[in-house]
Structures are given as C-alpha cells and as structure tokens.
C-alpha cells in the first residue's frame, strides 16, 4: 500500500527566508503523481504544484519549486522569498496512475513570521 | 471554467438530527467525485467518492451516506447526527485525474 510521510509537524521561518518542507513516499508504481497543497486558515484547500513521476525536470511555480527525487522517493517543497500569506497547512499527497483516490501526508504546519 | 460550489459554509445541529451537504460542479461533464472529512489539526479521510451517477464507494463505515442524483451533484447526508460527526467536511472533483482535485470551500459541521 501507498503511504505518505511528512515528518515536520510544524516550521516557522521570517518572512523573505526560504524554507524547504519535506515529504517521503513509498509505492511500487513506476507511474504516479505528486501533488503539494496548501491550506490557510481558512481552511480552502489549494493545488500549489504537481509533479509527474516520468518527468525527471523539477516543477516550478514562481516562488514554489519541489526537488523530486524518484529514487529516494523524496518530493520536498522549496518557498522561495517567503511572505506571510504562505502561512498555512501544508499537504504532500500521492496518486497512482491506476487509482482515483489521493494518499494523503498528515501535513506541516508552516509559520512565516513578520 | 469549472467552478465548485459547496454549502452551507457552516452548520450547527444537534445530536440526532439529519444532515444534508451539498456540492454541485459546474463547467465540466462526468467528474469524479470526492467527499472529504477533516477533523481539527489532522488530516485529511476520503468518506466517498463518486465516478458516475449512481455509483458511490465508501471508504470508512459509518453513519454518513452519499448519493450522485445528477452528473454534477454530489450529497452527503446521515439520518441521525453523532458528536463524532463533527468536523470539516470538503467536496472535491478530479476529470484528468493527473492534475489533482479541485476542492469546494468546505463546511464545518458542529454536533451539539
């Protein structure tokens, strides 16, 4: 069975620093998924990135980027030049290719301080 | 663009009472379907999901049940309320499932 491991219950990082959260994985699936969301306290649950496991290039979204390591199965989000609106919950989640349900990470509890 | 609605945004009721949350998608035709509770600080547990109209799994037993009446209509309902019912409830939906679920805004529901 797939499962996901955030192991960072919660971080907190000044505002403009750089933080990097982590998230391990482990499946057999050669063909898969990998998504990090984002929950403020308003508790909408956001898409922030997605990676494809066939895709060896690293995904970027402005100030959010991941380093997916496929062999390690490590995806870790990197937040770039932080703000305070990036305070939030922060979910890794997996999908099979041969599966409709997302495998959830417990999350990370991410503080940017002023 | 597709759009999910999602009511109420918040509701109080009490011990025994029925429960009725809805979820409508608009913009796109035969999504799947996604009822999500979470429960404070914790993470996220897929109650159902729906591929199709009439089609529902469930993934924890309970005292939830849902149905899909119409393509892009999605409820969650319980005859009689629990305390353990409580939480925030969050309605998704997925088409290419490779580009991950898009969430409604969720409701937290309180059992008094």
């Known amino acids: 069975a797939q499962t996901v491991t955030q192991s960072q219950p919660e971080m907190s990082v000044q505002e403009a620093e750089t933080v990097t959260l982590s998230c391990t994985y482990d499946t057999s699936e050669n063909n898969y998924y990998l998504f990090w969301y984002k929950q403020p306290p308003s508790r909408q649950m956001i898409l922030v990135i997605r990676?494809?496991?066939?895709k060896q290039q690293n995904a970027t979204e402005n100030r959010f980027s991941v380093n997916f390591q496929k062999a390690a199965k490590s995806f870790s989000l990197k937040i770039s030049d932080s703000q305070l609106g990036d305070t939030a919950m922060y979910f890794c989640?997996?999908?099979?290719?041969?599966?409709?349900?997302?495998?959830w990470g417990a999350g990370t509890k991410l503080i940017i301080k002023p | 663009s597709q759009t999910i609605h999602q009511w109420p945004a918040t509701l109080v009721q009490p011990v025994g009472s029925p429960l009725s949350l809805e979820c409508t998608v608009e913009g796109t035709s035969n999504p799947n379907l996604y009822w999500y509770r979470q429960a404070a600080g914790r993470g996220l547990q897929l109650l159902f999901y729906s591929v199709g109209i009439g089609q529902i799994s469930s993934e924890v037993p309970q005292n939830l049940s849902a149905s899909r009446p119409q393509d892009r209509q999605f409820i969650l309902s319980s005859k009689k309320l629990l305390l353990s019912d409580s939480g925030f409830y969050l309605c998704a939906w997925s088409t290419t499932l490779n580009y991950g679920y898009t969430f409604g805004s969720g409701t937290r529901l309180t059992v008094v």
């Open positions: 989640a997996f999908l099979g290719d041969s599966n409709y349900q997302l495998i």
């Open positions: 990676q494809e496991a066939y």
